[in-house]
């Protein structure tokens, strides 16, 4: 289930939404902050808790201890094998066979951390700051965060504050106040939390193909991800791919001594310059014949993303770039392209460990970003073809003393998949108007929304959708300025308390 969203949208679904009967039971700010406060504790000591999935037994101490908070509130759990790297199932008991199921995916594991990059005493010791008038974070007693009023552009700062242990804090908030209040179900609930997301959720397919009854549900909702720049309540209908590739191109056998061979043994790192120029203009859009030619947009597509409010200009000067690549009209525009980007370089050696040589070899890697139209497959077999126009012959390995007398250029090029597969979902499908509907709801429809046909990272939604069969959306609910995956990792306060209006809305709103 692949597929580009099909964006029929108009006014009069827009216009419906108010007239929807079935609505959602509302949770105010300030008891959304009551709740919030009471979870902060149990969120700061999910955060000691190292979580990079290459551990198998510090995710093992993390599915135990989010198994406990489960059970507190009431669900029924289930660990899902997977080498030794369990996933963690949760649901809510007294699934009612006239209401929908709903499906929430997260995932608990984080990325790998270099504490000394950090500034903190650690990134395991979760740690509160506020801004300063100068602009610069500070460190304040984060016991201010369990007792008295919480600022909302207060940050919690720690590895996976943000990515991905905010949003289960946020969940189990939400249904702490659902019990409180006496509210009633809109859905059944259900919830899987996957242990190596951050590794390309390699065992995701395997493990819910196995479990398949269990996790049966009508619809998925993937709480992951950066909410849109301007913290409106955000909705995201697909994702691009990732895949990486390696491009050699191989010179003499060995490195030579410049003076002797420079202007007469080929330099492989001058070709493979020249071949990655070659790939791609100075407007930075890829010009492998036939790279963007399966996406499709029409102006339906192009009013939707025309409509996401982003502020380029203030983009370009966090950037710090004077204009962005030619690829679409505007940012959202970009996203739906694939791209090919160069990650990495390498020849010989660099820094105060060169030498006057010719090198004898030269690395590029590159990461392609797929779209539900462009495979990996697809935009290797073009760049493989871009090659060989280029009069290069492709081997598989270092080449043999047959191929070097054989062919004067040579490379090799490899590509696979890295992560999730790109996935794509109609706008205006059932599970999308819900989760509109249950925003509008929460939080009211002026500013409405922010809807985001698909978002540049990825997540392994084409894997869940695929072993699962149903539709999904894509509901973020962190900051978009939470530096994941990096350093100073963070959470804001005001994204957390929205965040637990947004799921309670998501769970009170029949579907």
Excluded: C
């Amino acid at each position: 289930m692949k597929t580009l969203p099909s964006l029929a949208l108009g006014a009069a679904f827009l216009a419906g939404l108010a007239a929807n009967a079935a609505s959602a039971a509302e949770l105010s700010a300030a008891s959304a902050a009551r709740h919030a406060q009471a979870s902060y504790r149990e969120y700061f000591d999910l955060l000691t808790l190292p979580n990079d999935a290459i551990v198998p037994a510090d995710v093992r101490r993390n599915v135990e201890f989010l198994e406990a908070s489960f059970r507190k509130r009431g669900f029924a759990t289930q660990q899902l094998a997977n080498d030794g790297k369990p996933m963690l199932f949760a649901e809510l008991p007294g699934a009612d066979p006239q209401r929908k199921t709903v499906l929430f995916y997260m995932h608990l594991d984080g990325q790998p951390v270099i504490p000394e990059q950090w500034a903190q005493k650690s990134p395991w010791i979760p740690v509160l700051k506020r801004r300063t008038a100068q602009g610069e974070w500070e460190e304040i007693d984060s016991a201010r965060l369990f007792d008295g009023p919480v600022d909302p552009e207060w940050r919690v700062f720690g590895r996976s504050s943000a990515d991905d242990k905010a949003p289960i804090m946020m969940f189990l908030s939400a249904i702490d106040a659902l019990r409180a209040d006496g509210a009633a179900l809109g859905v059944n609930v259900k919830v899987v939390l996957d242990s190596e997301e951050e590794k390309g959720s390699p065992s995701i397919g395997k493990v819910m193909a196995a479990h398949r009854d269990l996790l049966r549900s009508d619809a998925i909702v993937i709480h992951d991800g950066p909410m849109h720049a301007t913290n409106r309540p955000t909705l995201i209908f697909g994702n691009r791919g990732a895949a990486k590739a390696a491009l050699t191109v191989y010179g003499a056998k060995v490195a030579l001594h410049s003076g002797h061979y420079g202007n007469y043994s080929p330099n492989p790192a001058q070709r493979l310059a020249t071949l990655l120029a070659s790939m791609k203009d100075d407007r930075g859009r890829v010009t492998v014949p036939g790279y963007y030619d399966r996406v499709k947009l029409g102006e339906a597509e192009r009013r939707i993303m025309a409509a996401v409010p982003d502020d380029e200009a203030a983009m370009r000067k966090r950037l710090g770039i004077a204009k962005p690549d030619a690829v679409g009209a505007n940012y959202q525009e970009a996203m739906q392209y694939p791209s090919l980007n160069v990650r990495g370089m390498a020849s010989a050696a660099v820094g105060d460990k060169v030498a006057n040589i010719v090198p004898n070899a030269a690395v590029a890697e590159l990461d392609l970003r797929t779209t539900p139209d462009s495979d990996a497959r697809y935009l290797g077999g073009l760049i493989e073809a871009h090659l060989r126009k280029q009069g290069y012959h492709l081997v598989p390995g270092a080449p043999t003393d047959d191929d070097r007398a054989r062919y004067e250029k040579l490379a090799s090029f490899s590509y696979q998949g890295e992560g999730g597969n790109a996935a794509g979902t109609p706008i205006d499908s059932a599970v999308g108007q819900w989760a509109y509907e249950a925003m509008v709801e929460a939080f009211g429809a002026k500013p409405e929304p922010v809807r985001i046909r698909m978002m540049g990272g990825t997540v392994p939604t084409a894997e869940i959708v695929e072993a699962l069969r149903v539709p999904f959306a894509i509901v973020p609910l962190v900051n978009a300025d939470n530096n994941q995956h990096a350093s100073n990792e963070n959470m804001r306060m005001g994204n957390y308390l929205d965040g637990i209006r947004t799921i309670y809305s998501l769970v009170t709103r029949p579907f």
